[in-house]
């Protein structure tokens, strides 16, 4: 099973509605990233929290980290068209010392209708 | 500043033959990592880079290899190509390596495809 498990694994949402993406993690976080990807392309860094409850915002997008939940959440408000496409977190996760790594999630594929 | 740079953008290799992609990380970072990204596995863990020493490696077989230079740009080797190589290789830069501790930028890929 997946270390990092991100849901949904799509989306389709009208513009203008909110949306939310969570990222769990099977491992205790110690910091965790938010990329947007489009097809075929490189990632879009968006946020990195380190805190448990820490919260960032950029534009409309806001994330969330609950270090207790081993979970991180990201939510578009008034979503657009230009909001669509791969949203990936990527967490370093605790295997012991010198071995941790940075892993991704499958990844949330995120559609939005004019 | 310019981003993480990655060389070539597409290549074509048949199954056999080997390939070497370069990474050149935003100025001042020293950290380099690489992740393969295919539609099955998703974006996996290749190895990390820093200060020309590999800190960290994935679990990928030994034909996967890569090496940082004194400047920071990094490469990585790809020998006896295998069909299921076929992917898109990405390369990041940080400033520091390890743990998190810093904002992680990625280049646009290099889209190797093998027939």
């Known amino acids: 099973s997946q270390e990092l498990e991100q849901s949904p694994q799509s989306l389709i949402v009208q513009e203008g509605k909110n949306l939310t993406i969570n990222c769990t993690s099977s491992?205790?976080?110690?910091?965790l990233y938010w990329y947007k990807q489009k097809y075929g392309e490189g990632l879009i860094f968006l946020m990195m929290l380190q805190k448990g409850g820490e919260e960032k915002s950029h534009e409309k997008i806001t994330a969330k980290l609950d270090e207790k939940k081993q979970q991180s959440s990201l939510h578009i408000t008034a979503s657009q068209p230009s909001h669509a496409g791969i949203y990936l977190c990527g967490a370093v996760l605790d295997y012991g010392g010198a071995t941790n790594k940075l892993i991704f999630g499958t990844g949330t594929l995120l559609a939005v209708q004019p | 500043k310019a981003g993480v740079t990655q060389t070539p953008r597409y290549l074509i290799k048949t199954r056999g033959q080997q390939v070497t992609l370069s990474c050149s990380p935003i100025?001042?970072?020293?950290?380099v990592s690489w992740y393969q990204q295919t539609p099955g596995q998703g974006l996996q863990f290749l190895f990390e880079?820093?200060?020309?020493?590999?800190?960290n490696k994935g679990n990928f077989p030994g034909r996967f290899s890569g090496r940082q230079f004194s400047n920071s740009r990094s490469e990585m080797n790809v020998s006896t190509l295998e069909l299921g190589d076929s992917a898109l290789y990405l390369c990041?830069?940080?400033?520091?390596?390890?743990?998190?501790?810093?904002?992680?930028?990625f280049g646009e890929g290099s889209r190797l495809t093998v027939l």
């Open positions: 990041a830069s940080s400033l520091w390596a390890g743990v998190i501790t810093g904002e992680l930028f």
């Open positions: 880079y820093f200060s020309e020493t590999q800190r």
């Open positions: 100025s001042g970072h020293r950290s």
């Open positions: 491992k205790t976080l110690y910091g």
